[in-house]
Structures are given as C-alpha cells and as structure tokens.
C-alpha cells in the first residue's frame, strides 16, 4: 500500500500570478526514498511543504494511509510525517537537546512533559545523526550545517514513518552530506522510514536513492529510477541548459555543465 | 542552568517553589513598607493602622501583583508568538493602544458596566487588540514577520497613541483630563477592593489560559513551520495570544496606565535563572511579575522622603538599561 499518494495537486500562492505547482501525481510507496529535483523555482519547496500539510491545496488530494491529509488529527499526524524545513532561524539560545525533545511532543499528552524516556529518544536521534556533542550547546551558536543535523535529530525524535526534507543537504560539507544519505538509507533499512527529499545534491542522491522527481516550473518534467532521469537529455531540459553533462562513475552519476 | 536538574518536571517544579517564595517575601515586604510603616502586630489593636491596611496597603499590593503578574506573562507569551526577545506589550505599543482606548472612553464619559465589567476595560481592550493587529500587520511579509519592521511599527504606534492621549487630555474637561493623566505617568494607587475584583475576574481566567498554551508557545519560539508540522495550529494559537495579551493588558492599563517594561525584563530574568523553555518561562514570569512590580511599587513609595515616584518611572529607568542590554547580548540571538 502506498504512504502516500497525491493526486492532481495544484497550489497558488495569494498574489502569484502562476500556480506554483499544478498537475502533480505521486506515489510515495514503504521504505522508499525519493528525490525531488528541479531549477530554483521550479516548485520543489511549495510540494514538499504540501505534503507536510503547512501550505493547503487550492485543488487535487494528498491522502496519508490512504486518508486524506487534512483529516489527520494533527498529533496523528506528526506521529507519522516529520518535516525538515531548509533552515532554521532560531531567536532564543535553546540548548540543541531541548530542539530534538521537541520532537516527542506529538507522544504526549496534552499536559505532560517529557520524561527520562523521552530525554533517552531524543539522545538516541542526536546520536543517529552524530550530532551527540551538540546536545548541550545553544542552537543560535552553531553552525548552519550543526543546525541541520540538530534539526533532522528533532524530526527523527518524532519516530515518523514518512520523513520530509527540504534540502538537507545545502548547508553540509562533503563528508556530513555523505553521511546524511547513509543516516537515511540506514533510517530506512532499520527502521522502515520512507524519505521524500527536495535536493540540488544529484551525485549522492544518484547512489542511493530508489527514485527521482523532476520538477519544472511547477510540473513533473520527469521521473523514474535515478538512471532513467539523470541523462543528459533530460538534465538539459529539467535545468533548461544545453550544456549539461552526465557521467556515470561508478555507484554515482557525476553531473556537470560546461561554462 | 548547569546546578539545574536536567528533565523539565524537576526544573519546573524548582522553578515554581523559588518563584513563589521570592513573591511571597516581596508582598510582605510590600505590605509593610510605605508612608506608613506598618507592624502586623499592630493590625490587631489599632482600627486606624486596620484600616489603612485593608483600604489602601493591602489592595495596592494586590493590584501591583496583578499587573505585574500579567504584564510580564504576556510579554513573555508575545516574544515567543513573534519570537522577538525584544517584544513585550510597551514596546510593540499594546500598553499605548490600550491607553489611547481607555482615554478615549473617559473623554466619551463611558463611567458604566455591563455585566460588572466597567466600559473602560472595554474601550482599553479594544485599544490594545487595535494596537497588536496592526503592528502584526505592519511587520508581515508573506508568511514571515520582519523583526526589525515588528519593532519600529510598535515604537511608532506606542508615540502616536501617547500623542493621541495628550491631545484628548489637552481637549477634555479637567477632571477627566487628571483621569487621563494617570496613563501617562503609571500608576498603582487603588481604594478598595471593587476594582481589584473586577480585575481579577477577568485576569485570573486569561493567566489558565495562556499558562495552557505553554506547550504551544514553547514550540512556537523555536520555529513556526515546525510547530505546525508538530500539531500547532498556528492561526488559531496567534489569535488566542492576540486577544488574551490585550484582555490583559488591557484590564492593566485601563486601571493603572502603561507601565512599561515589566514584559521585557521580568521573562527574560526568568530566562537566565531557568532557561528558556516556555513551560518554565511563563509561569515562571507570571510569579515573577507580580514579585518585581509589587516591590517597585514599594520601592516608589518609599525612595523619596516626601510623596511617591510614579511606579512607571521606576520600572521604566530599570527597563530602559535592560532593553539596550539585551540588544548588546544580540549576538546569542539569531534574528533581531
């Protein structure tokens, strides 16, 4: 059974004269990891944060097991769907464990605080995402990739099955935007979480991601496996540059344009 | 916040008992001291000191404790909503707007209540929800707040509701015009117990509910998209905080005139001593509150050896200092 399905998505922001996505179709099957891929602009953000549920459809669905979205009590919900927004902007200096206990909220009750139990998931995500050492500096001082790894530890902490994100990746280095792609092939081979994620990193997601959308100006130009849409034909089209270039070395697709 | 038990029970729980007692102790000491220095003993045998005591000392205490206490939980409730550290209801003009409408009902000569609650809080209500609306509005962009925006939009709605109260004070007759006075300098004095208990009415109500929405509030001040996407309801969560803050502040102003400042230092202060979890910040601002006004209020009873100062002169030399303290701690904050 499909996670989740989407069926015609069309959304409109107030004021645009475009929609910023329409005619969306998508499947987002158990333990699979998607791609969103697509120029600046082309939509990538505005369909991962519907399917989050933080921008609502002007028409189509999204069902999440097969129930509508928005039917969804929103601590349900939560349970099931974690999102990690493209950044941050924290305005009070909250120690980074305080960010990732944050995540246990859609586990408690209305009135209940957190418990040793709760502290024990949040040290775990902290920990799936190395970022263990950060548990007790202040979020506002780290770095913007520290961040990151703080932020998708909060998301884990929600125990989702559905993961949402919303390039994860800008922000790292080499080796922390490698080990985020393991962190997530190993989130899902553990633990059965599905992935749905927007990224400008081509080259890793080619390794190890089952499946790739293409988005241009707010439509799916392409999808399939990583193979089949990361060709050069269909690179110059998505990025609209004749000049790309793709290469497959080994495990990976190297992707390049000429200047 | 490092001899702080780690989990946020415990910590809630020191953080209540040591507030508490801190109030408790500042309304004895506010109890006792004034022109009139007042031994407990003496409450037995004299009906003058009595009388004093339960006609004046005693309601003013309590009336400080109120305002205090709810000043500063709403200020801690609005720089989480907009999560601003610098926001409290003075400067993002809620406490002017709420002046502006209560003057406004003096000058209309608006002395009736309905159902009990005087027409006033009704007029400084509606001044203060005014106020918070459009400075909300000015500062939007999209689906974002500018910060900066946020700030100037309440510093210039707070200078044109002063201007608006001097000039209704310049035009009304004299009594109504010494009324409208009182908003300007900030005051506590009080006779009676009437006041203070349509007061309370209307402010114990709105504490349970803010101190409800701590959870909310909490998520909200580490960011908005993730709260939403974590069960928040945004829209609804911003509305509540819109109306509780002005029902607060305004029911403050419309009896005691803006006092500024008290939201601004006291969550903060709360902040240092037990970190910035919302669930601790503002009950803990709550205690807080009521404990810092009720001993600047003593303080302005006694610092001059003839008369009083204006509690809002006291609160506003120690607020002012604190506001370009934290502007210089900016750099702990990521967006200002």
Known sequence: MPLMTVRDLRFTYRGGSAPAVRGIVLEVVERSMTALIGANGSGKSTLIRLLAGLLTPESGTIELEAKPLHHWDPRARARRIAYVPQNMAVAFPFPAIDVVLSGRTPHLNAFRLEGAGDRAKAMEALETVGAAHLATRYVTALSGGERQMVMLARALAQEPSLLLLDEPSAALDLKHRAALIRTLVRLRAERSVSVVMVTHDLQLTSAAFDRIVALRCGEISAEGSPDEVLQRQKLAEIYSDPGVQALRVGSQTVIWTEL | MSRLPEGIGARLAVATVLLTLLLAGSVVIGLMVGSQHVQFSELFRDSVSRDLFFRIRLPRVTMALLTGASLAVVGAALQALFRNPLADPYTLGVSGGGALGASIAIALGWTARVGGV????????????????????????????????????????????????????????????????????????????????????????????????????????????????????????????????????????????????VGLIVPHAVRLMFGEDLRIVLPGSLLLGGAFLVLADALARTVLPSGELPVGAITGLLGGPAFLWLLRRRQQYAVM
Do not use: K
């Open chain 2, 118 to 261: 005087p027409l006033l809080f009704a007029g400084s209500f509606a001044g203060a929800l005014l106020s918070v609306v459009l400075v909300r509005a000015m500062a939007r962009a999209g689906m974002f707040v500018m910060q900066g925006a946020l700030l100037l939009s309440g510093v210039v709605v707070n200078l044109v509701c002063s201007a608006a109260v001097l000039t209704i004070q310049y035009v009304v007759d004299p009594n109504s015009a010494l009324q409208i006075l009182r908003w300007i300098l900030g005051s506590l004095d009080v006779i009676g117990f009437g006041t203070i208990w349509r007061m309370a009415v209307l402010l114990l109500p709105a504490w349970v509910a803010i101190l409800a929405m701590s959870r909310q509030l909490h998520l909200l001040a580490i960011d908005q998209d993730t709260a939403a996407t974590l069960g928040v309801n945004v829209r609804r969560a911003e509305t509540a905080v819109h109306l509780l803050s002005s029902l607060m502040v305004g029911v403050t102003v419309a009896v005691g005139g803006a006092i500024g400042f």
